[in-house]
């Protein structure tokens, strides 16, 4: 009664394990809002509302001659949208629940199934909103042209990838030294808000700057991804094998990083001085 039934095969493993994830997921978006569709509409206001703050930013400092020849808001959105997707999948792996949590007193549950969820639930809502979004402004406003859709929605699943693989490094770093792994984690999402080059173009960089911003696998994936969006921008100061590599790379340190961090968890950890 009180035992959980554990399949033997393969397959059957392979499927409980999916089971459990999907479940994790779900229930990972519907704990940040008790109404899902309400939390849909919150997170739809906050990308709308970067999107009209950078708009109106760009026509106050007088950049939009700057921008790529084409829909002006459309390239806008292809920044908002991959800085949010990036940026969320880091915030959700990192609050992540991790060994001592409650959670991981029922014997299916592990911490694996714990940061998956979360990484999942953020690029869920993401893609939604930003599906919902253009549709509203490829229906109401403007009719929305995609050069390459396939290669824009790659570059908006590197971001989510990268984001999770940093969140995760982070998170097995956490029960160390918590004040400074979240100041870490904080600073590096407002040094994004201008780091990870959705305000301008790599092409349009001196090397003195392309410098400061190279190391940003945001950077890359933004850039790469208004290539596969416009037809007249072909990026040459960007890539997208960079982030893909320094994600995998990430990804071994924190699962290794987690694995270790695991072995020593301690209730204590989290007892306030």
Request: charged fraction near 10%; glycine fraction near 8%.
């Amino acid at each position: 009664m009180f035992k959980a039934k554990r399949s033997n095969s393969t397959i059957g493993s392979t499927f409980s394990l999916l089971e459990l994830i999907y479940h994790a997921t779900v229930r990972h978006i519907r704990k940040s809002h008790g109404n899902a569709l309400l939390g849909l509409v919150m997170n739809m206001f906050q990308t709308v509302l970067l999107v009209v703050t950078f708009y109106i930013m760009f026509g106050v400092l007088g950049l939009r001659g700057n921008s790529i020849r084409g829909d002006f808001l459309l390239y806008v959105m292809s920044g908002i949208f991959l800085f949010m997707t990036h940026t969320k999948a880091m915030g959700a792996v990192f609050g992540a629940e991790g060994p001592t949590s409650a959670m991981m007193k029922h014997a299916p549950m592990t911490t694996a199934i714990s940061i998956s969820s979360a990484a999942l639930s953020a690029l869920y809502i993401q893609l939604l909103s930003m599906f919902v979004v253009l549709f509203i402004y490829h229906a109401a406003f403007h009719p929305i042209e995609i050069y390459d859709w396939v290669g824009a929605m790659g570059m908006v699943f590197l971001s989510w990838f990268t984001g999770a693989a940093i969140g995760l490094v982070m998170l097995a770093a956490k029960p160390w030294a918590p004040d400074v792994v979240s100041i870490i984690q904080q600073i590096y999402s407002r040094a994004n808000m201008i780091a990870s080059g959705k305000m301008f173009l790599a092409n349009n960089l001196p090397h003195k700057m392309l410098v400061l911003f190279d190391w940003n696998p945001l950077f890359h994936t933004i850039d790469q991804a208004r290539g596969y969006v416009f037809i007249n921008y072909n990026p040459h100061f960007s890539n997208w094998e960079y982030p893909l590599y320094l994600g995998l790379a990430l990804l071994m340190i924190g699962l290794m990083g987690e694995f270790y961090t695991r072995q020593y968890a301690s209730l204590s950890w989290g007892a306030k001085r």
